[in-house]
């Protein structure tokens, strides 16, 4: 909306011209959405506390837990509305990916929404039952990734990049759709069970969208990629202010978030922000890279994996309790080192991705 306004107001100054570069307004959506954010949140606390929208903790966990039964939940409409606003504010609104994107963002968020307000306020503890939120989520997945799929402009935009090998991609045509749906709700699932102390999935959120908002920006100029000898995406780089977006609007809730929570997001924030970060990668042809500056994410999917496939097949549990990280509480780790530690490690696989960018 606002790039429009300022198109208008450079006919007559010629200044307004600089919100034309993709950095400021990827600056910009990233500033505004963290003031959003520090905004409205408090109020938004103080209305889930009234409405006594707070979570509910399972007494077989760790004991540390039971004392944030009534913790404000569903802070992840929060994250939503400070993207969407900024997005919708600083984005070219001409612009495939930026709707592809914060429309399968922002459904994702109405699933998680769904069953957290079953769970919470109409007290059902299995909330939206587990065949129901996996339908509306393959429904949305292939949506979006028909979506992509249809309207590729180029080869490149259906390929499979292999990161670190010089020139190795491998066509997949219509099964870029299944491969496509299955990264973003993977993705999506991932960043859900990760989310389970305070800040744990918010920061490796915002460290791989800030990385994935340089892999965009790379693809997206043409220069740049040919430099890096990556695939150029026409338009994509407009991503850049989306993934600004998630970063600002991450870094204002874990200011509400990080321990001792005041609000934790539920499923509305985690299954959304899963999704965004899979439709990212997969914009930029960088699914594998997601997978490995995702890591945590990934190693919290796989330990509650082996975990059920390990008690159905011999009765025994691998991990004290599953996903990973409350198998480290059980240990003895208290929550803060925990938390820092899994981001100490998001850091390390972070820069491991962005290497890929010069390594080939």
Avoid at 34 to 61: E, F
Wanted: aromatic share 10%.
């Amino acid at each position: 909306m606002l790039l429009l306004l300022t198109e208008w107001l450079a006919r007559f100054e010629g200044g307004f011209t600089v919100f034309r570069y993709l950095t400021l307004r990827g600056i910009l959506g990233t500033l505004t959405a963290l003031a959003i954010s520090l905004l409205v949140g408090r109020p938004m606390i103080r209305r889930l506390r009234a409405y006594k929208i707070g979570q509910t903790v399972r007494d077989d966990g760790p004991q540390s837990h039971l004392k944030k039964s009534g913790t404000p939940t569903m802070g992840g409409a929060l994250i939503l509305v400070a993207v969407g606003i900024s997005t919708l504010l600083w984005a070219d609104l001409d612009n495939r990916y930026v709707w592809i994107v914060l429309l399968t963002t922002l459904a994702f968020g109405a699933v998680g929404m769904v069953d957290d307000y079953k769970k919470l306020v109409l007290k059902n503890p299995r909330g939206l039952a587990a065949r129901w939120k996996y339908l509306w989520q393959t429904l949305l997945g292939l949506m979006a990734a028909t979506l992509l799929y249809v309207t590729a402009q180029s080869p490149t935009e259906t390929a499979l990049l292999v990161p670190y090998l010089k020139d190795v991609s491998f066509q997949l045509g219509p099964w870029f759709i299944l491969f496509t749906y299955l990264v973003i709700v993977g993705a999506s699932n991932a960043v859900n069970l990760t989310d389970g102390l305070d800040g744990l999935a918010i920061m490796p959120t915002v460290l791989v969208a800030g990385a994935l908002a340089v892999f965009v920006y790379a693809a997206g100029h043409a220069e740049i990629a040919n430099y890096l000898r990556i695939p150029h995406i026409k338009e994509v780089g407009e991503l850049v202010i989306f993934c600004g977006a998630l970063v600002g609007a991450g870094l204002g809730f874990l200011w509400f978030n990080a321990y001792p929570a005041q609000v934790f997001m539920g499923d509305v924030g985690a299954l959304a922000l899963g999704a965004a970060l899979g439709l990212v990668a997969v914009a930029v042809r960088q699914e594998l890279v997601l997978f490995i500056m995702g890591g945590v994410f990934v190693m919290e999917t796989i330990s509650v994996m082996l975990q059920v496939l390990s008690f159905k097949l011999t009765g025994k549990r691998i991990f004290r309790m599953a996903p990973l990280h409350h198998h480290f509480e059980l240990k003895g780790w208290p929550e803060p080192r925990v938390i820092v530690r899994f981001w100490i490690v998001t850091v390390v696989l972070v820069l491991i991705g962005l290497a890929s960018l010069k390594i080939r």
